[in-house]
């Protein structure tokens, strides 16, 4: 299928990638990703939750959460029970 809608899909992709590309560069001067800084900030909006809500809020695998998580926890910027 060709057509315009190829064309807006490839440059929304783009577009995304360079924003992330922008948002890594600039997060990896204090130590996180940008899924981490999303993470963080969520929390800091929504408050305490558990890890199958975090992960059904991100719309992460909960493995994939937890090896996101453990940076975080390893430097004192998030703590669990």
Same mark, same amino acid.
């Given at each position: +299928?060709?057509? =315009?809608?190829?064309?807006?899909?490839? /440059?929304?992709?783009? /577009?995304?990638? #360079?924003?992330?590309? *922008?948002?890594?560069? #600039? *997060?990896?001067?204090? &130590? *996180?990703?940008?899924?981490?800084?999303?993470?963080? &900030? !969520? *929390?800091?909006?929504? &408050? =305490?939750? @558990?890890?199958?809500?975090? /992960?059904?809020? +991100?719309? +992460?695998?909960? @493995? @994939?959460?937890? !090896? @996101?998580?453990? =940076?975080?926890?390893?430097? &004192?910027?998030? /703590?669990?029970?």
């Amino acid at each position: +299928m060709e057509g =315009p809608f190829d064309d807006d899909c490839f /440059a929304i992709r783009q /577009a995304a990638r #360079h924003v992330s590309q *922008l948002y890594d560069r #600039h *997060l990896a001067n204090v &130590g *996180l990703t940008i899924t981490q800084f999303s993470l963080l &900030g !969520r *929390l800091k909006r929504a &408050g =305490p939750m @558990t890890m199958k809500q975090l /992960a059904d809020t +991100m719309r +992460m695998q909960r @493995t @994939t959460l937890v !090896r @996101t998580i453990q =940076p975080l926890r390893r430097n &004192g910027l998030i /703590a669990s029970e």
